[in-house]
């Protein structure tokens, strides 16, 4: 089957409106339950202890590696429905969704067993003293606004990631790509800045 081929197939399916209202309404339950869970996740006293001699430290390096990949994957996903590949463009979507949820999942474990990282905590007190605002200077105000932005690019990402998921699935496609032209740099933009926080977060975990 040639690219055109494949891309009149799927835009001649018809939408599920019924099905489309309904999982609209499963997408908004699932980000509020996810954006509790991310803010109940940073209250020190609901942090829950690990076992003694188990260590979570491998899972900030892990999940930098999967929003690298899910960056990766969304690039090609663009080429491919770019070139009229569209089952291949949704297998590919489906991966990053997957890689997301595997990232978010690890995110929220080691954010409820561990302490936060703090940029430019030298000593790893967990505390910034006046020497230490010092020797980092200038950057962490950049890294500051770095981490902010990618953080408000997923909060605000994540709902439309997922509705603009479902207007393909229930066959909208009109819908679908009028969504995608501005939630894909969103979503890009969160895969990218999340391996650089990392990396610059790096020396003080």
């Known amino acids: 089957m040639t690219p055109s081929e494949e891309r ?5 399916k018809k939408p599920n409106y019924q099905l489309s209202k309904i999982l609209k309404t499963v997408a908004w339950i699932v980000t509020v339950l996810v954006l509790i869970l991310v803010g109940l996740m940073r209250q020190p ?7 003694e001699g188990v260590s979570l430290n491998f899972l900030p390096a892990t999940h930098a590696m999967i929003n690298s990949l899910v ?42 067993t561990n302490i936060e990282t703090l940029f430019g905590d030298i000593n790893h007190d967990g ?17 500051m606004v770095l981490l902010i932005s990618h ?7 994540l ?8 207007a393909a699935w229930t066959n909208r496609f009109n819908d679908h790509r009028s969504m995608a032209r501005w939630v894909f740099p969103i979503w890009l933009y969160v895969a990218v800045t999340g391996p650089i926080c990392y990396l610059m977060l790096r020396p003080y975990y």
């Open 8 to 12: 009149s197939q799927w835009l001649s």
């Open 45 to 51: 006293d609901l942090r829950i202890p690990l076992p």
């Open 71 to 112: 960056a990766a994957v969304l690039i090609m996903a663009l080429f491919a429905v770019k070139l009229g590949k569209i089952g291949l463009h949704k297998k590919l979507i489906l991966g990053a969704m997957g890689l997301s949820t595997i990232f978010l999942l690890g995110y929220v474990v080691y954010h409820f």
């Open 127 to 143: 505390d910034l003293n006046i020497d230490e605002l010092k020797a980092v200077g200038t950057m962490r105000p950049v890294y």
């Open 151 to 157: 953080i408000m690019a997923a909060a605000i990402s």
């Open 159 to 166: 709902p439309l990631i997922l509705l603009t998921f479902i």
